[in-house]
């Protein structure tokens, strides 16, 4: 199909609209603008600055798409974060996609790849045309008379930012992929389009190289924020560098031997042989700058207790507000944020139990059935900041942990007093609760503003108000994304949802991948790497991983090495940007994932009454994942048009 699209490239030449008619949604953003339909030709498109400027916007259009739809992304659907019912029957199911169900298996193939960004099919983008959008733009960026020099060089920079992204983007999925370096003449001979696929190196190269042309053009800041914001800047720049140059020093891409046998159709290796260690190197000392840069411009860790519609609240639930406001606050509010979908998040009617009995005829439209299994939830430390397994105290029962427990005074910020809950959900950390809504769990907001007067989940039993109510409003897991919801959204005899924009990246995603890259380099110190992650750890209310796991852990020594430092490192990620999108691409980058979806994923009885009945664990989804699913087919049409074009492997 690709071979087909450039032999199609007359029809982008003539038709300057269908470059940008495919932009989703509506906003205010002027570089959301669609071109009017009777736009004619190229010449026109680009005959005047504004014209121009449309079709910029134009090459846009993928970027926000792909950070729009969290449902068809790999990384968010993958992860195993999230069950969904997969009730494809029901008339009110507005997942449309078939994203949530490729852990369970035998959904992906080769005649119609399931979320297909090479061609652009069932969930997937388009990416191709788009950058073949990019090149067109860059084609002509000398044509409008009265485009002055300094914003010539910034979009020039913009696009090749976007063309740098949409590369990276194909190369996380598939691997070795096909450079679109510049379009091909339409009149060229036929096998010129019989295009092969770049190796892998070559392939981050490329987005590298783009990126270092890009940087020094682009601005430091947005300074119209009304009419620009979400165009690349600097640091979302440096920021992609340096997760591109982690990608591409991980286990997944570098000199591993699962592909090693992997070479187009004249026997060149499309992955390298031999770990590569200097590629943690340039991953490390990029991150430092994408830091450096960020700060440099009054970036920090989100550090702000949210005042709107907050009074009589404790310290601990304080928190609790602000760990779930790195999130949800206003973008224009969150110095942490480097960038954000453009779109806000449309799915909080499947992440909010029902907490009133009026809000229970919304069903149907909210089914709040959005469900994370108990395997997630154990990734959240104890309230001492370390594994729930590993915690050498009295404060979490980790054998007993499936039995329940009337709610406490020391837990009353997080947990109702008296009610009867499992051991699990009590002396955690901060972020479990600002992650996770469970049985007998505070729920602040919905229009409540006192800690005295706050919500709580009852959700034990279909006459629980958050209990099953019909096949396709249960929460399977009993436990809900809480994370996904503005503390300011209501859901009672009528529903507000308090819009917020997802992170794309932040600053303390960015913080823990330096400490990633540095650990793996093995030049840094212990105490060098593990600043990095204290950070986070910090804002999170918790103790530095040397004290933690000195004096709570039963295996005090774990930081000391690489090792035991990876896998702190590891969780922490896990943890820290648990359902923003972010660490289905870190296990599979890890080569994790396999191990992860390796076990059946579990949540509570939740048709169950009683406390001792429902707190019982019951397999809710089999998960499968062979080494095949680590990187995703072609269409297998697209290897027959083009002899030069290999499949990917085990496919």
């Known amino acids: 199909m690709i071979t087909e699209k450039i032999k199609d490239m007359k029809f982008y030449y003539k038709l300057t609209c269908l470059m940008v008619l495919c932009i989703i949604g509506v906003s205010c953003k002027k570089y959301l603008d669609v071109v009017p339909n009777n736009v004619g030709t190229l010449d026109y498109a680009f005959s005047n600055r504004n014209e121009a400027e449309n079709y910029l916007f ?90 002055k020099e300094p914003e010539k060089k910034r979009w020039i920079a913009e696009i090749k930012f976007l063309k740098a992204y949409y590369h990276y983007y194909l190369i996380r999925l598939y691997g070795p992929i096909v450079l679109i370096k510049e379009n091909r003449a339409i009149d060229g001979l036929i096998e010129q389009t019989k295009v092969k696929r770049s190796s892998v190196d070559e392939s981050f190269a490329y987005v590298i190289q783009l990126l270092n042309e890009a940087t020094p053009d682009l601005p430091s800041a947005i300074g119209n924020k009304l009419l620009e914001y979400g165009r690349a800047t600097k640091s979302m720049g440096m920021a992609l560098k340096a997760e591109a140059l982690t ?88 110095p942490e944020l480097i960038w954000s979908s453009q779109f806000s998040f449309e799915y909080q009617g499947y992440v909010f139990p029902k907490l009133t009995t009026d809000a229970v005829s919304f069903g149907n439209e909210h089914p709040s059935n959005w469900s994370v299994p108990i395997s997630t939830t154990e990734l959240f430390y104890t309230k001492n900041g370390v594994p729930i397994n590993e915690d050498n105290t009295s404060a979490f029962d980790y054998a007993n942990r499936n039995t329940p427990q009337f709610g406490d005074n020391s837990n009353k910020s997080y947990i109702k007093m008296g009610y009867e809950t499992a051991k699990a959900n009590f002396n955690r950390e901060p972020r479990f609760y600002a992650a996770l809504g469970f049985d007998g769990g505070i729920w602040f907001g919905n ?162 009454s009683t406390a001792a009945n429902y707190y019982r664990p019951r397999t809710v989804a089999v998960p499968f994942f062979g080494l095949k699913d680590y990187l995703w087919p072609i269409r297998n049409s697209e290897v027959v048009i083009n002899e030069n074009l290999v499949q990917t492997p085990f496919w």
């Not at 440099?296 to 639930?317: F, M, W």
């Not at 992170?503 to 105490?527: H, I, T, W």
């Not at 969780?571 to 359902?579: A, D, K, P, T, V």
């Open 58 to 147: 134009g090459c846009y259009n993928t970027f926000q798409t792909l950070n729009r739809e969290i449902v068809n992304n790999v990384g968010f659907v993958t992860s195993s974060e999230i069950i969904y019912p997969n009730l494809d029957d029901n008339p009110f199911n507005k997942i449309t996609g078939a994203g949530f169900k490729l852990i369970r298996g035998g959904v992906q193939n080769v005649s119609n790849p399931v979320i297909d960004y090479w061609n652009g099919a069932n969930g997937g983008q388009p990416i191709y045309v788009a950058l073949r959008r990019c090149n067109i733009m860059l084609e002509n960026i000398d044509k409008p008379f009265d485009l």
């Open 247 to 334: 990608t591409a020093a991980s286990p997944l891409f570098n000199g591993n031997p699962d592909y090693a046998g992997f070479k187009d159709k004249d026997g060149k290796n499309l992955f390298s042989t031999a770990i590569d260690p200097q590629k943690w190197s340039a991953a490390a000392k990029a991150c430092k700058e994408a830091i450096d840069e960020f700060e440099s411009r009054g970036g920090v860790l989100y550090d702000r207790v949210p005042t709107n519609k907050v009074e009589n609240v404790s310290d601990e639930l304080k928190r609790v507000l602000k760990l779930q406001s790195v999130i949800t606050e206003k973008r224009d509010q969150n």
């Open 447 to 608: 229009d409540k503003r006192n800690e005295s007067d706050a919500f709580y989940v009852q959700a034990r039993g279909p006459f629980a108000i958050a209990g099953p109510k019909s096949q396709f409003a249960t929460n399977i897991t009993g436990y809900w994304p809480k994370k996904l919801a503005n503390y300011l959204s209501i859901m009672n005899n009528g529903i507000e949802f308090e819009s917020y924009y997802i992170p794309v990246m932040r600053l303390g995603g960015l913080y823990l991948l330096y400490a990633e890259a540095l650990n793996e380099e093995g030049g840094a110190s212990k105490q060098d790497i593990l600043l990095w992650i204290d950070k986070v750890r910090t804002r999170a209310g918790l103790p530095g991983v040397a004290s933690a796991w000195q004096n709570y852990s039963k295996n005090p020594t774990k930081p000391d090495s690489k090792e035991g430092r990876r896998e702190i490192i590891h969780q922490e990620r896990r943890i820290e940007l648990c359902f923003e999108g972010q660490s289905g691409w870190d296990l599979r980058r890890w080569k994790e994932i396999q191990g992860i979806l390796s076990r059946p994923l579990q949540g509570w009885n939740v048709n169950e």
